[in-house]
């Protein structure tokens, strides 16, 4: 069976538009009208070697909040949809990934409840015309809408780029490792018998 899905939100404030397919090949393509967004879009799509097509259209002549945000609700609503049952997965995944002086640890656990920890810190509230802050909201969006425990730390990092393309990077690996079918254990990965 695929695991695959396709979103859509519509609100007064943006329209958000994505397909996922878990077993692809990390071809990402992504138009939400945040040039930073797309970029770690994209490099989420590579790690993670999903395929990912985003489209966005937001109130972007208020500022880049909610669609940044509702990118994470959609992109969360996708996965647990393409998961379905989660039978076979591996449920856990982490990850430390250097990315030049930034160091970005990333642990998930796609168990059905929704946990977010975020311990980074931007040395510059921008990066380009990005606002640094809404790096933490895109991964709570997606969080509470995946209904995953997703923990992100980053203990040191000077460029506030590099810190967060490493935490979209070690996301994205951590996310391959949990999603991947796990050929010891067959079945949902919980003594419970459901996620």
């Not at 254990?185 to 018998?193: D, E, I, R």
Request: aromatic share 6%.
């Amino acid at each position: 069976m695929a695991r695959t899905a396709h979103v859509r939100r519509k609100t007064a404030e943006t329209e958000v538009d994505i397909e996922l397919s878990l077993d692809g090949s990390g071809q990402g393509k992504s138009a939400t009208g945040v040039g930073f967004l797309d970029h770690m879009l994209a490099l989420l799509a590579k790690h993670s070697a999903m395929d990912l097509a985003v489209s966005a259209a937001g109130d972007l002549e208020v500022d880049q909040h909610h669609t940044v945000e509702d990118v994470g609700i959609v992109l969360g609503q996708a996965l647990r949809e393409a998961l379905g049952t989660k039978t076979g997965i591996r449920r856990y995944g982490h990850f430390t990934l250097p990315m030049e002086e930034t160091l970005a640890t990333v642990a998930i656990d796609l168990g059905g409840r929704a946990y977010f920890v975020f311990q980074a810190q931007f040395p510059t509230d921008k990066i380009g015309q990005f606002d640094a802050e809404l790096v933490a909201d895109f991964w709570q969006a997606f969080s509470a809408n995946a209904l995953c425990n997703l923990h992100i730390v980053v203990p040191y990092g000077r460029n506030s780029h590099h810190i967060a393309e490493a935490i979209f990077k070690a996301t994205a690996r951590a996310l391959r490792m949990a999603i991947e079918p796990d050929p010891r254990l067959s079945g949902v990965p919980s003594t419970k018998g459901t996620l």
